[in-house]
């Protein structure tokens, strides 16, 4: 199973952005990189993927790593809604169905 | 347009007893997911099913049977709970790329 590491934890300051690392020094050729984040009491929402080039989308910002062995979320200005835990997923071949989701890095936001 | 719903949404049993809890999505998905949740922890798969009358396990299905009813409905069965499965449950579905989650349902074993 492919593995990622990410920090326990992270504070940020509201309207600062905010940059999520994550570790998957064992990823293979055709893992995708997904993120999602969990926030209070809710199921996971969907935030972002990429397989090899840095993505953009109304949430947030992807940025891998040219060895893709690393790469870094990015929310360009964290609001207090952004207070989550935030997971970085290896997904083989984008299948869907070997979705591990480690234990995430839990985000606060400072006012 | 409710997306993925589950009941209930909170559950008590005694051990040894059996529940089923259901899931139910209306965005025209084949494939859809249980997972569960323990404190501090990351959602672990437990069983899914890509489509319409195929199921597979997960990461840790001992003790759960899944029952793929139709395209919309994917329910999971405990035949007879234990403490080791007090948990949140989650249930999903899959487009393309994207995964979309449930509220959860909340379960306690006593």
């Known amino acids: 199973d492919a593995k990622t590491t990410q920090p326990n934890s992270m504070e940020s300051n509201e309207e600062e952005p905010v940059h999520l690392p994550c570790n998957h020094s064992?990823?293979?050729?055709?893992?995708?990189i997904h993120w999602y984040r969990q926030l209070p009491s809710q199921g996971p929402e969907y935030v972002i993927h990429?397989?090899?080039s840095n993505v953009n989308n109304r949430m947030a910002s992807l940025a891998i790593a040219e060895d893709r062995k690393s790469s870094t979320l990015i929310l360009h200005r964290a609001t207090l809604r952004d207070a989550a835990v935030y997971y970085c997923i290896l997904n083989p071949l984008n299948t869907g169905n070997q979705f591990y989701f480690g234990t995430g890095t839990s985000l606060t936001v400072i006012p | 347009n409710a997306g993925v719903t589950q009941t209930p949404k909170f559950q008590v049993l005694k051990t040894g007893q059996s529940m089923t809890l259901q899931c139910a999505q209306d965005?025209?998905?084949?494939?859809m997911y249980w997972y569960r949740q323990d404190p501090g922890m990351g959602l672990r798969l437990i069983y899914y099913s890509a489509s319409e009358g195929t199921t597979d396990k997960g990461e840790v299905p001992n003790g759960y049977n899944v029952s793929r009813l139709n395209k919309r409905e994917f329910s999971l069965r405990l035949e007879s709970a234990a403490p080791s499965q007090t948990s949140v449950y989650f249930c999903?579905?899959?487009?393309?790329?994207?995964?979309?989650f449930g509220p959860g349902t909340r379960l306690t074993v006593l």
């Open positions: 965005m025209n998905h084949n494939s």
């Open positions: 999903a579905t899959r487009s393309t790329d994207t995964q979309y």
């Open positions: 990429g397989l090899t």
């Open positions: 064992t990823i293979s050729g055709t893992d995708y």
